[in-house]
């Protein structure tokens, strides 16, 4: 009996004391008796007749025989930390990936229309950029209106509702008659794919925290595929159906993901920052048992600083994120001005290769030339033209693992900061006039894989660095930003540079520079750390246990 006695007293002591939950956040005080636990020790005051000791000994008890399971408790991110990367993320990135490819196919459009319509339609420089930009205007106006729905309404909404206009546009657009209905289908077809970059919002939520960077990166090889398979489609295509064929067949991987989005998870975090913490439950079961993995066993622990300020973009310019946010909006319009500026120029430049050195010495004019404003110069990309744009296509890859190789040794700041440096390098190299072709094709592959890479390491930052209620918003915003340069770039690679290169490129090298003093800036380096899943803080809610939140395995 006494050896009983002491077990009781050492298993209250030992309960007695300050309570850490996994996250290492601190309980000052012991969970003090419910009232029925009081009644059944005034029961046993009685029964040992009031001594105190003996009282004392009734309650040690009766607590030991009521608290002998622990209080246990796991957020989102220690349950998908745990439960690792395995078949659920593997299947999760096949459904991301599909949709990137069909967004990289209609960007990779975009270098291949303007040359065609200017043959075709005989339409001017000016409205070459134009059908450019009126794609980048509609993903500018959109993308932070899909944050905001996929913040409220959830991310699997949100990337449904854009397959399936996304499909529906871009089907349209094959049939346009004239060169305002092009305009008009391709500004919705920018409309819906300003909600793609949410893919990757719903992607990095599921994906454990040493995994998260070089899976994001690994996404950029479906957007390289896509822009690949498109090159690849229009060297079929374009020779012998015309461009409206190709817009049409280019909707397919489009038609796929619609498809499929009703399989699409909901992110857990969204769930539980939603206040719908059995959703949550119900999903992580789902990657635990794909992943063979057991669940985890207490409950889910739920943040009251998420609930009723999700999406408020408002908050993304609060104390807090206001530096961050300013940032962050800047190097991605230097980033998507530099990408795109890049995939328009290839074209542009192999249009012109045969011209584009001066008869002075073999150096380019500084002078700048008017740009013509008729299509009598009309020049179809050739075979040759369409295999050197698969090159500096492919020229992603390569940046895309030497991405994955710096990003976690250096930090994300570094590494976005590096390749604006090096892109910058790249664009001044091609004010060097070269007759050899394969010099132009060589600093295109170059400048365009180092450009992708500071693209994906920006989308590996930007979910990290925001919590998890401003996370799409965040994102949105960003993505705004990006199509704000990709709206000015046609100007720059379509416009200016037929008019003066050394100027042109010039604008491409100072927006680099820029950029990568941007990065350094950035308050905050995101390397090795977690989401967060608050704007105020780490303020964690327990819930009652009369909340179905209760995993049992």
Not at 53 to 77: A, K, R, W, Y
Not at 316 to 325: D, V
Request: hydrophobic share 45%.
């Amino acid at each position: 009996m006494a050896q009983i006695i002491s077990a009781a007293r050492r298993k209250v002591k030992g309960r007695g004391g300050n309570y850490e939950d996994l996250d290492g956040h601190v309980d000052p005080a012991p969970h003090s008796p419910p009232d029925s636990l009081r009644s059944e020790q005034g029961a046993q005051h009685s029964i040992y007749g009031g001594d105190d000791s003996n009282d004392l000994l009734g309650q040690e008890i009766e607590m030991t025989s009521v608290s002998v399971v622990p209080d246990d408790t796991f957020t989102v991110t220690q349950a998908v930390n745990a439960f690792g990367f395995g078949k659920f993320q593997v299947q999760l990135s096949l459904f991301t990936g599909l949709c990137w490819m069909a967004d990289s196919m209609e960007m990779t459009i975009l270098s291949i229309l303007s040359p065609a319509l200017h043959c075709e339609w005989h339409i001017t420089r000016y409205q070459q950029a134009l059908t450019t930009t009126v794609v980048f205007l509609g993903m500018m106006l959109s993308s932070t209106f899909w944050g905001n729905v996929s913040d409220r309404y959830g991310r699997k909404k949100a990337l449904t509702m854009c397959a399936v206009l996304l499909f529906y546009y871009g089907l349209l657009s094959s049939l346009a008659p004239n060169f305002l209905w092009i305009l008009f289908l391709r500004g919705l077809v920018g409309f819906a794919i300003g909600c793609v970059p949410q893919s990757v919002t719903l992607y990095a939520e599921f994906l454990p925290t040493k995994q998260r960077a070089k899976c994001v990166v690994l996404l950029d090889c479906f957007w390289a595929l896509g822009a690949c398979f498109e090159v690849l489609l229009a060297l079929l295509v374009m020779p012998t159906m015309g461009w409206q064929w190709l817009l049409a067949l280019s909707t397919t991987p489009l038609l796929v993901f619609a498809c499929i989005c009703p399989w699409l998870p909901e992110s857990a975090r969204y769930h539980v920052a939603s206040g719908q913490p059995d959703k949550a439950l119900e999903t992580l079961q789902k990657v635990a048992k794909d992943n063979g993995k057991p669940m985890l066993l207490g409950r889910l622990v739920v943040d009251d600083a998420s609930m009723g300020r999700r999406g408020r973009i408002r908050d993304l310019l609060g104390a807090e994120l206001r530096r961050t946010s300013l940032l962050l909006w800047f190097i991605w319009m230097a980033c998507a001005f530099c990408y795109y500026g890049v995939v328009l120029m290839t074209t542009e430049l192999f249009e012109a290769s045969a011209n584009r050195c001066a008869s002075d010495g073999g150096s380019f004019s500084s002078q700048i030339k008017p740009v013509e404003t008729c299509s009598a110069d009309c020049k179809e990309l050739t075979t040759t033209d369409y295999i050197d744009l698969l090159w500096t296509t492919l020229a992603e890859f390569p940046g895309i693992f030497a991405t994955i190789f710096v990003i976690e040794r250096f930090g994300r700041k570094r590494t976005m900061a590096v390749q604006f440096v090096i892109f910058a390098v790249c664009i001044y190299f091609l004010l060097i006039c070269s007759a050899e072709r394969s010099f132009l094709t060589a600093m295109l592959f170059m400048a365009r894989g180092i450009i992708a890479g500071v693209f994906q390491a920006a989308y590996v930052y930007t979910p990290e660095v925001y919590p998890t209620p401003l996370r799409a918003v965040g994102v949105g915003s960003c993505s705004a930003m990006a199509r704000l340069g990709a709206m000015v770039t046609p100007y720059v690679a379509q416009v200016l540079l037929n008019s003066s290169l050394p100027l042109a490129m010039t604008v491409y090298g100072l927006a680099a520079l820029l950029a990568a003093v941007a990065c350094f800036l950035l308050p905050i380096e995101t390397k090795g750390k977690e989401m967060k899943e608050s704007v105020s803080g780490p303020q964690l809610h327990r819930p009652q246990p009369t909340q179905p939140t209760t995993a049992s395995q």
